[in-house]
């Protein structure tokens, strides 16, 4: 007969043990990722670096351009809009709303002075309340105002007549610079209703005159002569329609000759 050996114990493994060779055991790991859900990242092992981060998105810059565009666009047009305003604003003004809007004119009609108010033909030589004259009595015919320029001093009495009609007078200092006298001169000659001569005793280079109205510059590039021609000339008439030609083209004071008949009341 055999005589039996050493009774010999069967080992065992505790569960969540590592075996022998260091790895966990086979069971375990593949438990751990039955029970994870689907979808779900690993958790990190707190070892070996930081866990992998969710990256951000990133937003898209926004395009302002069309919004900078559309804000131009408003403001050229609202600058349009407001032009226009002041255009027809302006548009709707009258010629003597007009005249008062230049700076320096005086306004010789809102004195209503009788000595400029009337309007009586008379012969010989007159007297006059403003130098120049801007009304008045005046001599029966009228100096001619087709665009005429004057090298010489003309009489008061026939230039009233003119302004009568609805001309302008534009008078300077005698002596002034050629240069200046012919800046004044391109914007009287071959002009109708216009008229121009040197004016002895002037306080002032450059005195423009309108039935009524007057503006007084040292400057013959005044802008405000320019404005003065074009809402005086024509619209002061005290009788539309009124001739500027066919009068009186000498120069010098007023004479017998030049007189249109003896002493009359308003008239052409």
């Given at each position: ?5 050493p ?6 493994v ?13 069971g375990?790991?593949?438990g ?11 958790p ?20 302002f ?8 666009v ?15 604003v ?20 809102a004195q ?22 801007v ?5 029966p ?15 008061n ?14 008078t ?21 209703y ?7 005793g ?5 005195s423009?005159q ?27 008439s ?20 030049s007189?249109g ?7 052409n």
């Amino acid at each position: 007969m055999s005589t039996p050996g050493p009774e010999r114990n069967p080992s065992t493994v505790k569960a969540g043990r590592t075996s022998g060779q260091g790895k966990p055991p086979a069971g375990k790991k593949a438990g751990a990722q039955a029970s994870r859900k689907p979808g779900q990242r690993p958790p990190t092992t707190g070892k070996g670096g930081k866990g992998r981060r969710t990256p951000v998105p990133i937003k898209p810059a926004r395009n302002f351009a069309p919004w900078i565009v559309a804000g131009i666009v408003v403001l050229i047009a609202g600058g349009i809009v407001v032009a226009a305003v002041i255009g027809t604003v302006q548009g709707s003004k009258g010629w003597e709303d007009k005249m008062a809007d230049i700076k320096g004119v005086v306004d010789y009609r809102a004195q209503k002075n009788p000595q400029i108010d009337s309007r009586n033909h008379k012969d010989g030589t007159l007297q006059y309340a403003t130098t120049p004259p801007v009304g008045g009595d005046h001599n029966p015919l009228w100096q001619n105002c087709m665009g005429d320029i004057y090298d010489q001093p003309i009489a008061n009495e026939h230039a009233v007549h003119s302004l009568e009609h609805g001309a302008v007078w534009v008078t300077y200092k005698p002596g002034l610079p050629a240069d200046q006298i012919n800046v004044l001169r391109q914007k009287v000659e071959g002009k109708e209703y216009m008229l121009m001569s040197p004016y002895t005793g002037l306080d002032k280079n450059v005195s423009l005159q309108v039935w009524g109205y007057q503006y007084k510059t040292d400057d013959v590039n005044d802008k405000n002569i320019d404005a003065f021609i074009k809402n005086g000339r024509l619209n002061a008439s005290m009788e539309p329609g009124a001739a500027c030609s066919n009068g009186n083209t000498t120069t010098g004071p007023v004479t017998a000759a030049s007189t249109g008949g003896p002493g009359m009341t308003t008239g052409n």
